[in-house]
């Protein structure tokens, strides 16, 4: 498997957990030892090719015998980089991984920043992104989605939530979002109108940043009164940093996320084979079970309608 990953997205991983480790003490609270076990191995060692799956793959993909998948690694624990700053981990990537093995080909995994992926992935640099993407009506104009697994998207405060701030609880405050994300292109506007503009209370001021390291940063240093992202990555930092931040209970939405290719891809069908293929099989329960995502299967790999509907 190749791997390629500039300077700058490779310390993005570690970077979060040395950000907020940099601004609260480790305690007793920290999780056990065994709950923060990085599993570097690769999950698709000795799957098969699926016949059927392999069957749609388009003669160029079977000729190159490689397929590529553009992630930002930089979100635990769907998307991320190993302490050794080399391995890409998470379930996204053990996906990705049992994807190409059922199509019997190669993979590249392409670490880049995720506002940067729909672009290159019009622009044929990409094969496809497995990286918990969700599916607004703007992406299925220029993508083919596909289910894979289901997750949602959260808040999170700092520790003790000294605001009592609540989801539904939001107006006036400043909320960081990562570039590019449903958080930021649906989930806040949506939120912000429905309890606040609407309700005639003030506006929540969302802040855009590059990564979501750089909004938790922020929210450490208090910056940012909350931040808004994907409800696993969020339960998982805090989990590992009980002394920094705390997730709200309520989710703000719970969602099917997806895999996506350019709109009318060849590779769509295979794609989309594989995956069910890998649903079907007890690879798929291994790998949201070793990552915390007990709950979050889902038994279909079916074509995405947009988010809300």
């Not at 480790?21 to 076990?37: F, I, L, N, R, W």
């Not at 083919?144 to 539904?168: E, S, W």
């Amino acid at each position: 498997m190749r791997v390629t990953t500039p300077l700058r997205a490779a310390f993005a991983a570690t970077s979060l957990t040395l950000a907020l480790v940099a601004c609260g003490s480790v305690d007793a609270t920290q999780p056990k030892e065994s709950d923060q076990v990085e599993h570097t191995d690769d999950i698709s060692a000795g799957v098969q090719p699926d016949p059927a799956a392999v069957k749609l793959l388009p003669e160029s993909v079977k000729t190159k015998g490689r397929i590529s998948v553009a992630m930002d690694l930089s979100s635990p624990p769907t998307t991320f980089m190993a302490a050794d700053n080399k391995t890409p981990i998470g379930f996204n990537p053990d996906m990705a991984r049992l994807i190409a093995a059922k199509l019997g080909v190669k993979l590249q995994i392409d670490n880049v920043k995720f506002d940067t992926i729909i672009p290159g992935l019009q622009g044929g640099r990409f094969d496809f992104t497995a990286t918990t993407m969700g599916a607004t009506e703007e992406r299925l104009k220029v993508l083919d989605m596909i289910n894979y697994f289901q997750n949602g998207t959260g808040v999170a405060v700092p520790r003790g939530n000294p605001q009592k701030l609540a989801v539904h609880d939001l107006c006036g405050r400043r909320v960081g979002v990562q570039s590019g994300t449903t958080a930021e292109i649906k989930w806040l506007p949506q939120l912000n109108e429905k309890d606040c503009v609407s309700q005639g209370k003030p506006a929540i001021t969302g802040v855009t940043l590059p990564s979501v390291n750089d909004s938790l940063t922020q929210l450490a240093s208090k910056r940012l009164d909350a931040v808004m992202y994907d409800f696993t990555s969020l339960t998982w930092t805090a989990k590992r940093q009980p002394n920094v931040l705390e997730v709200l209970p309520e989710r703000v939405v719970s969602a099917k996320v997806n895999v996506a290719l350019p709109k009318g891809s060849p590779l769509t069908p295979a794609i989309q084979a594989a995956i069910q293929s890998i649903i079907d099989s007890p690879k798929y329960a291994e790998a949201l079970d070793r990552w915390g995502f007990q709950g979050l299967g889902i038994e279909t790999a079916a074509m995405a309608v947009p988010l809300g509907q």
